[in-house]
């Protein structure tokens, strides 16, 4: 399948810092998506990026999409400790529909 | 509104045993369904997915294989467990709309441990 990697694997942070994580492919994507999964939970879809140089807003997240369609990044202000859990990126191979592939994720910890 | 059940929620069974895994949902048609699994502190791994009754395509060679009997309803299964069929297992659906797709839904998952 189509390889999406993000790093950071984790990411440990004082409330109230800052947090980034990164999605990396080396092709280009038709859109990608990122999950947020809470410890013991599933992960649930937070939001879908279709547009090259596209950025959305929700609250304090921050979700952008490369100019070239290959890169992606998810950033939160100010971290708190509701934000703890596990961020995913996914993105479908190629022109297919439906599929999606999951980079391994981003671990992040709030420390209060 | 749209719902997904996924059932049980934990499991544990010995090695060499069956297994059956089953996942309905509610309020949509024609969904697109997948089995995912998760070993534990990694990423989702894609199993397999279904565009609908009887139309399965596989991932990964393995053990595992699912059906789709009914328009909702997807189903994982084996023969016979191994020791590396431990993990965490998620069904999820999807809806194509043109040349779109949206977000996965995700049911709460099947925590397997094969001892």
């Known amino acids: 399948g189509q390889q999406v990697m993000q790093i950071p694997q984790y990411q440990h942070v004082q409330e109230g810092e800052d947090f980034t994580t990164y999605c990396n492919s080396s092709?280009?994507?038709?859109?990608i998506q990122w999950y947020k999964q809470r410890p013991g939970g599933h992960p649930v879809f937070l939001i879908q990026l279709v547009k090259s140089g596209e950025v959305k807003k929700q609250k304090r997240l921050t979700f952008q999409f490369g100019e070239a369609k290959k890169n992606s990044s998810l950033h939160i202000t100010a971290t708190q400790t509701t934000d703890v859990g596990t961020y995913f990126c996914a993105a479908p191979p190629g022109s297919t529909l439906g599929r999606l592939y999951f980079g391994r994720g981003t671990q992040l910890t709030v420390w209060p | 509104s749209q719902t997904i059940h996924q059932w049980p929620a934990t499991l544990v069974q010995p090695v060499g045993s069956p297994l059956s895994l089953e996942c309905t949902v509610e309020?949509?048609?024609?969904?697109?369904l997948y089995w995912y699994r998760q070993a534990a502190g990694r990423g989702l791994q894609l199993l397999f997915y279904s565009v609908g009754i009887g139309q399965i395509s596989s991932e990964v060679p393995q053990n595992l294989s699912a059906s789709r009997p009914q328009d909702r309803q997807f189903i994982l299964s084996s023969k016979k467990l191994l020791l590396s069929d431990s993990g965490f297992y998620l069904c999820?659906?999807?809806?194509?709309?043109?040349?779109?797709?949206?977000?996965?839904?995700f049911g709460s998952g099947t925590r397997l441990t094969v001892v």
């Open positions: 092709t280009t994507l038709s859109n």
């Open positions: 309020g949509t048609s024609n969904p697109n």
């Open positions: 999820a659906w999807s809806v194509l709309w043109g040349t779109r797709s949206y977000g996965y839904t």
